[in-house]
């Protein structure tokens, strides 16, 4: 437990220890063997009993008694023979979390029990029980999480268990999980509008000085840092999810090959169209993306209104790398048949996102802003001749001193896109923007200038308060809350470098966010890409700022070839929202794994990669390959593509990642030099890449 250090063993405790072992060990297979031949007796219980008063966490031995419980009361229909039996196993339980107060199983146990409502819960008797165990361990979370569904099942009134967490956090301001239990309790009683909480701006306010006092108490303790952190993110988040960037964004014109046939590459049609170059496949991405994670999304609240849509099966769905249902990010694809296509002429597509109940966040808020827009696709007879034109005849080139250069005047793309759409200010922006200075005020004058926690915490409220500001355009404000954050989380590197890599991705985001918040800054690293007989291509490079995170991909849907390369990257995640992106460098980075390239397999446009000079096939033992879904963990099954790579001699169990990511995308170009890997990877690549063309600036066919 906290605050109790270990004793050093003795010589006699190896003896004791063996003795236990062995008792252990005959109890266990007594029990085992009951629990097989179905023995209920008291005597078969009694041995479960001592088996739980040894090893608390014999699951089994836990199973056992609720199915000798479930058999024996099928015997009993006295109620005071009942609440004996009941008070028994109670009884077990409590004398279990004796022996160890942790036990998962034990609380389970007792969970279970008060859920049969065999007998009535003696109240009194299970807090009491609570508050023995919270005076001896204060931070026990199975305690208080056992308290949360005690009192939930009993009925206990929120308010009042928020004045016993006031109880407990006076104690002892250390106290983490009490801390914890009031962040929930908190959630609930805001949600409900409870009598007294009705009014965000005072409660938190109340909460600020309640956790500030605790901060500057003793700034190296972390329980009020992080109830601090959950604080922040109440006040500088808006309160329903909004759509902040779409593409196509309102009022665009896509068409496949919108530039002219012509000796001069600078001539582009009078239409000011923008290239889509999955058009060529036919297909439309419609992407939407809100400033948080949600979930819902379905063709009865997103509506798509098109002579195209019609007997379609509209799906959206989430582009996040988790499995839990919730993503900033959803794509439907519209898929476009050639009898559409037979002269030359234009959709519109009208996209329509009411109020709705179903779009929910993680918090349980619901979207209330509705967004409405239109975009038109245009469809030429001329599109057949459009699909002749190869973009990769021969391999594309990141020099822009080579084959691709840089259109002095980029007509072609519309630079309205980058001005994403802002999210509503809210009325209450004053108040949370008043508190956040408040407190940057206060943190600025803490005395212990070493502090890690007060540094994170000024950085966090510094770059709060840039959001708030960006969605009043105040950037010149914003960028100095920015400029200050950037210093202070170079600091943390130097004075945490345990959590340099978090400080680095902090920094990162904080860049990117700098970099892309307006067009005026976003537009230095944009071009539009031409090259002879092809098409314009909206062009992106963001090298050789140490980047090692990608943020802000929202601010770049519109992107079809993105160079990242000479950065620090370890991950690509957050370019799956690119469905437009073409072309991706990402060469000299430290990319150690194709595992970590997985949400590159969800963007339906990649034709060229650059993976040069990473890190990939560096490591022995990669253990990032471990965490990840495999078909050795079950959790992905065996496809085609293994039986296809162990025809041609090729280890899966070693290149497994590298086949689910080559099934998985359509390449023309790959460059994978400067990693280690050997001739088998090779095979795997063309194997299972019947599109390659180019490989590392050879062509393969």
């Known amino acids: 437990m906290h605050g109790q250090p270990r004793r050093p063993k003795k010589p006699e405790d190896g003896a004791a220890a063996a003795a236990k072992a062995a008792k252990l060990r005959e109890l266990q297979g007594q029990v085992l063997h009951n629990h097989h031949t179905s023995t209920y007796t008291e005597e078969a219980l009694g041995l479960s009993f001592k088996l739980l008063e040894i090893n608390p966490e014999a699951y089994t031995a836990w199973n056992y008694r609720k ?117 929930i309790l908190l959630s609930n009683l805001l949600i409900q509008q409870s009598k007294g909480f009705e009014s965000k701006q005072k409660i938190f306010k109340e909460e600020f000085d309640l956790v500030t006092q605790a901060l500057f108490t003793d700034p190296s303790d972390q329980s009020g840092w992080f109830y601090h952190l959950w604080l922040l993110a109440q006040t500088s988040s808006p309160e329903n999810p909004q759509l902040i960037a779409s593409w196509p964004c309102n009022d665009a014109k896509l068409s496949l090959f919108p530039i002219r046939k012509s000796d001069d590459l600078n001539m582009v049609s009078s239409s000011s169209s923008i290239c889509c170059y999955s058009l060529k496949d036919r297909i439309i991405p419609i992407v939407l993306y809100f400033d948080e994670p949600v979930k819902g999304l379905n063709p009865s609240n997103v509506k798509l209104n098109s002579e195209l849509v019609i007997g379609k099966d509209i799906q959206w769905r989430p582009l996040s790398v988790t499995d839990s249902g919730h993503s900033n990010c959803w794509v439907t694809y519209l898929e476009i048949t050639d009898k559409k296509c037979s002269s030359s002429q234009q959709f519109s597509v009208e996209v329509c996102i009411p109020c709705s109940d179903d779009i929910v966040s993680r918090s349980g808020s619901h979207c209330n802003c509705p967004v409405h827009f239109i975009f038109t696709i245009e469809l030429s007879n ?5 699909h002749d034109i190869d973009l990769f005849h021969e391999p594309i080139s990141w020099s822009c001193s080579e084959s691709i250069r840089s259109d002095g005047n980029p007509s072609c793309v519309a630079f309205d896109q ?61 960028k100095g809350y920015c400029d200050e954050a950037l210093g202070l989380f170079s600091d943390l ?52 700022l140490s980047l090692t995170r990608i943020g802000f991909t929202e601010r770049m849907l519109w992107v079809q070839m993105l160079d990242l390369s000479h950065n620090s990257l370890r991950s690509v995640e957050g ?35 650059d993976l040069s000079f990473n890190q990939i096939g560096a490591h022995p033992i990669d253990t990032t390959r471990y965490i990840c879904s495999s078909p050795f963990s079950h959790k992905v099954q065996s496809c085609e593509a293994f039986e296809e790579c162990r025809k041609k001699n090729v280890d899966v169990e070693d290149f497994w990642d590298a086949i689910l990511f080559f099934k998985s995308v359509n390449l023309v170009q790959l460059d994978i030099k400067g990693n280690a890997v050997n001739d088998k990877f090779r095979t795997v690549v063309t194997t299972l890449s019947p599109s390659l063309k180019w490989l590392d600036g050879t062509c393969v066919h």
């Open 67 to 183: 199915l000798a419980l479930q058999h024996n009361l099928k015997e009993l229909s006295d109620p005071e023979a009942i609440k004996s039996s009941v008070d028994n196993e109670l009884r077990v339980v409590e004398a279990a979390l004796r022996a160890n107060p942790k036990s998962y199983g034990a609380w389970y146990h007792r969970k279970w029990l008060l859920n049969q409502k065999l007998t009535p819960v003696d109240s009194k008797r299970e807090f009491g029980l609570l508050d023995k165990l919270l005076k001896v361990d204060a931070r026990n979370f199975h305690g208080w999480n056992y308290r949360r569904f005690l009192a939930k099942f009993t009925g206990v009134p929120e308010e009042d268990e928020l004045k016993y967490t006031m109880v407990k956090i006076c104690d002892n301001f250390s106290n983490y999980s009490a801390w914890h239990n009031r962040s």
């Open 382 to 386: 001329n599109d057949d001749k459009a």
């Open 418 to 478: 980058l001005n994403i759409r802002k999210t509503v200010v809210q009325e209450n922006s004053k108040w949370h923007l008043e508190g956040l200075s408040d407190q940057i005020d206060l943190f600025r004058e803490l005395p212990d200038e070493n502090s890690k926690f007060a540094k994170l915490t000024l950085a966090r409220l510094l770059l709060a308060c840039a959001a708030i500001k960006s969605r009043g355009n105040s950037l010149i404000e914003r």
């Open 493 to 544: 590197i130097n004075l945490d470098p345990s959590h340099k890599r978090y400080y680095e991705d902090e920094r990162s985001l904080v860049l990117m966010d700098q970099l892309t918040c307006s067009t005026q800054t976003f537009a230095k690293y944009c071009s539009v890409q031409l090259k002879s007989n092809s098409a314009p291509l909206n062009h992106v490079q963001l090298c050789r």
């Open 575 to 609: 370019l799956e929202a690119l469905q437009q992106l073409v072309c991706l460098n990402i060469s000299n980075n430290q990319i150690s794994s194709f595992t970590s390239l997985e949400p590159l397999t969800k963007i339906i446009s990649l034709k060229a990669l």
